[in-house]
């Protein structure tokens, strides 16, 4: 394929738009198919998640079973080689180091005043769902960097949902990550369906209260739908990246690094952001190439990014890319950069920030120890990565002696009678 270079002061603000709104603009498309799906499963239960199976993956009766079972756990340790057990298990405990430094007081106290104590005591949400998706290949990385978190914070009950292949079987990596994280309770479910029975529940899987994971448009769109109906968490959408690249970058490891996220699919986003003519025209030679020799469906994925929602820029200079960056806010974002720290320093807006060519988007979706599941669609302005905090509420604490108690007499009913509250101040002035 051909890769276009293009220079964003020629770009007309119509095209800015669509690079800026990616695929957020076919998760709006798809919305009223989703709604269909979830009165479905909200009406039918197990009925239409078996029959979502056999319409979407061709899943026969005989094979369509929900639960996994005790030897499916099994059979899946067995069907993997040492090699990927152990690259497992590798990843699992720097992800856990990385996460049990979020683990929070239990519960704190301030003075605000004599005898004034206030504070917050945090405790592990109940049950969580967690989406691992499966269509576009297979993810036990989604998996773990999900669950360890949520184990951490010590949730009391914690489901997965992962779409079967065509044998009715679940990806044998998931449920490997799954036992070596104490995970037992997983259905065979995928797209907008799952989070719909997460949601509300079937015969065969009780609702939750929170659903965490990164899906395709359709379980964006479902959480979308569902967010005023149980807590969904940050938005993790289609994947996407940017690169922010100045003329000390190396071109074939530019080309190397924004290829990754690409291949997740076609409506993934990826754009390279350079002050450099030169450097842009290398890669994208360089580009072409790599994409000519993956093999499908990645070809086809990388493809369609590069034709839709990725590209390589040309900026006037790096405050330029930095500022481009910061408006699109992406779920990934590398510093090619002669002096990665300062470009740091100009950068607001990303889920995950990389510094050097050292360290690929790969690396750091697999095995560092900072959790993968990032916002996407531009959410990066306001949310995190997941973290143990995604798994925790904060209650406050109150508490105030006798000599508390008379300085808020002195000022709270004022307040109250000020904003016309009797019972406000009467909690005061009746006291006995």
């Keep these: 394929m051909k890769i276009q270079v293009k220079e964003w002061k020629n770009i007309p603000n119509d095209e800015r738009n669509k690079i800026f709104k990616r695929s957020e603009q076919n998760i709006e498309d798809v919305i009223e198919v989703v709604n269909e799906i979830i009165n479905h499963v909200k009406t039918n239960g197990d009925k239409a998640l078996l029959h979502y199976?056999?319409?979407?993956?061709?899943?026969?009766?005989?094979?369509?079973?929900?639960?996994?079972?005790?030897?499916?756990?099994?059979?899946?340790?067995?069907?993997?080689?040492?090699?990927?057990?152990?690259?497992?298990?590798?990843?699992?405990?720097?992800?856990?180091?990385?996460?049990?430094?979020?683990?929070?007081?239990?519960?704190?106290?301030?003075?605000?005043?004599?005898?004034?104590?206030?504070?917050?005591?945090?405790?592990?949400?109940?049950?969580?769902?967690?989406?691992?998706?499966?269509?576009?290949?297979?993810?036990?990385?989604?998996?773990?960097?999900?669950?360890?978190?949520?184990?951490?914070?010590?949730?009391?009950?914690?489901?997965?949902?992962?779409?079967?292949?065509?044998?009715?079987?679940?990806?044998?990596?998931?449920?490997?990550?799954?036992?070596l994280c104490g995970i037992t309770e997983v259905y065979k479910t995928g797209g907008a369906q799952a989070i719909a029975a997460l949601t509300f529940g079937t015969e065969s899987i009780n609702p939750v209260v929170k659903i965490l994971g990164p899906g395709s448009m359709y379980v964006t769109a479902a959480k979308r739908v569902l967010y005023s109906v149980v807590d969904v968490g940050l938005p993790a959408g289609p994947s996407e990246s940017a690169l922010i690249a100045d003329s000390f970058a190396d071109p074939h490891n530019m080309a190397l690094d924004i290829l990754v996220e690409a291949e997740h699919g076609s409506d993934s986003s990826a754009l390279l952001l350079t002050d450099s003519m030169e450097k842009a025209l290398e890669t994208a030679k360089i580009m072409e190439k790599m994409i000519d020799d993956l093999p499908e469906p990645r070809k086809t994925f990388v493809t369609d990014v590069f034709n839709g929602y990725g590209g390589i820029i040309v900026t006037e200079d790096i405050n330029e890319a930095c500022s481009i960056s910061n408006e699109f806010a992406p779920e990934h974002l590398s510093l090619h950069t002669k002096d990665p720290w300062d470009t740091l320093s100009k950068i607001t807006n990303a889920g995950e920030i990389i510094l050097g060519d050292s360290t690929p988007f790969s690396a750091v979706n697999y095995s560092v120890g900072?959790?993968?599941?990032?916002?996407?669609?531009?959410?990066?302005?306001?949310?995190?990565?997941?973290?143990?905090?995604?798994?925790?509420?904060?209650?406050?604490?109150?508490?105030?002696?006798?000599?508390?108690?008379?300085?808020?007499?002195?000022?709270?009913?004022?307040?109250?009678?000020?904003?016309?509250?009797?019972?406000?101040?009467?909690?005061?002035?009746?006291?006995?």
């Design 370 to 432: 900072p959790n993968a599941v990032l916002p996407t669609g531009g959410k990066a302005k306001t949310y995190s990565a997941v973290g143990v905090r995604d798994f925790i509420k904060y209650s406050s604490i109150i508490y105030s002696t006798k000599k508390g108690y008379e300085t808020l007499n002195k000022h709270v009913p004022v307040l109250a009678d000020y904003e016309g509250f009797t019972t406000h101040g009467n909690a005061f002035k009746l006291r006995k």
């Design 53 to 179: 199976n056999e319409k979407f993956i061709g899943l026969p009766a005989y094979k369509n079973r929900i639960k996994v079972t005790k030897e499916e756990f099994e059979y899946s340790e067995k069907q993997l080689s040492t090699e990927v057990k152990e690259a497992i298990k590798f990843s699992i405990s720097n992800i856990k180091k990385f996460h049990e430094a979020q683990i929070p007081e239990e519960m704190n106290l301030m003075e605000t005043s004599p005898g004034i104590f206030a504070g917050e005591r945090a405790t592990p949400i109940e049950s969580v769902g967690l989406y691992v998706p499966g269509g576009r290949g297979t993810f036990p990385s989604m998996l773990y960097m999900l669950a360890v978190p949520a184990v951490i914070a010590g949730v009391k009950r914690i489901c997965v949902t992962t779409p079967p292949n065509d044998e009715g079987k679940a990806d044998s990596g998931v449920l490997y990550a799954c036992s």
